[in-house]
């Protein structure tokens, strides 16, 4: 079987199956068995396949069949152009969070010093991680509940080079930051859960039975989550910190409402790419 040939196969049979994005799902994991890019898959598309390689082809997808997510089958993603390790049971970063890391970044070099960031939930730490590639200088902490999911953090911020400048602590929200005194963030970040509660059972099969439900669900209306970022970030940014909050476009009247009505100023949103309102963005006075 050469890569054209395991390409088809795979493209049809994931179609039988109605997994989504078979063909481009196809692809990728030739990618992977071979070693090679998906633009070589293409363009070498006569290639045999070792038996070696096709028992893996195979193997990936049967895992693909039963919606797997590719970055889990690979343990590869790809993130505001940089590469990520990734596992199952961590949540896989999504084009338009990269939005929130270009509010940030904007609001990091409009400082007259190295900032210092804090990422809430930071999963397999795509946003930190990015942020501290492209600031030369600065500190970035995150957190997150899971310890496979710091583990993996960690991984990637080894794998940039970053492990000097990305600090990552275990608990839940602002709990791993509370014993250190004083308000010390210059930009707070997060991509909480915000999904409403009566809507997972509607997502798509690939994310409804193998992400990590709490990093998807945000409870009854979505602001779960989000509400209690509102009401303890103030006590961790310094005077005219950003705090930067992806969302559903649906929420953002009420995030707006919510952070005026805890004394934050200057709220502005941020559309990603398709041009939906993605990210919120307030500051603590000055």
């Known amino acids: 079987m050469n890569i054209q040939q395991a390409v088809a196969l795979a493209d049809t049979t ?45 193997a990936a997808l049967a895992r693909r069949v039963r919606h797997e997510p590719v970055p889990y089958i690979t343990g590869e993603t790809e993130f505001y152009s940089l590469p990520f390790s990734i596992v199952p049971g961590v949540f896989i970063p999504r084009p338009e969070t990269e939005t929130l890391v270009d509010a940030a970044l904007a609001a990091a070099r409009g400082l007259d010093h190295p900032p210092t960031i804090g990422d809430l939930g930071t999963g397999c730490g795509t946003i930190l991680v990015s942020l501290a590639y492209h600031l030369e200088a600065g500190e970035v902490w995150g957190c997150d509940l899971s310890p496979t999911a710091l583990r993996v953090a960690a991984a990637n911020a080894r794998r940039h080079h970053l492990e000097n400048r990305v600090m990552l602590r275990e608990g839940s929200l602002f709990d791993p930051f509370r014993p250190i005194a004083g308000r010390i963030f210059d930009v707070l970040v997060s991509n909480p859960p915000y999904i409403k509660s009566g809507d997972i059972p509607a997502l798509a099969k690939q994310i409804r039975d193998f992400e990590p439900l709490p990093a998807l669900d945000g409870g009854p209306d979505g602001l779960t989550c989000i509400r209690a970022i509102l009401e303890d970030a103030a006590d961790f940014l310094r005077p005219g910190g950003f705090l930067l909050l992806e969302a559903e476009p649906g929420l953002m009247p009420k995030i707006e409402e919510e952070a005026k009505r805890r004394g934050y100023v200057d709220f502005v949103v941020h559309q990603d790419a398709s041009g939906k309102e993605r990210v919120a963005q307030c500051r603590t006075p000055d």
């Open 14 to 58: 994931l179609r039988a199956h109605h997994v989504e994005s078979p063909r481009l799902s196809a692809e990728l994991l030739a990618a992977h068995v071979t070693s090679l890019t998906r633009s070589q898959v293409l363009a070498k598309g006569d290639r045999s396949l070792s038996l070696e390689e096709e028992s893996a082809f195979r």
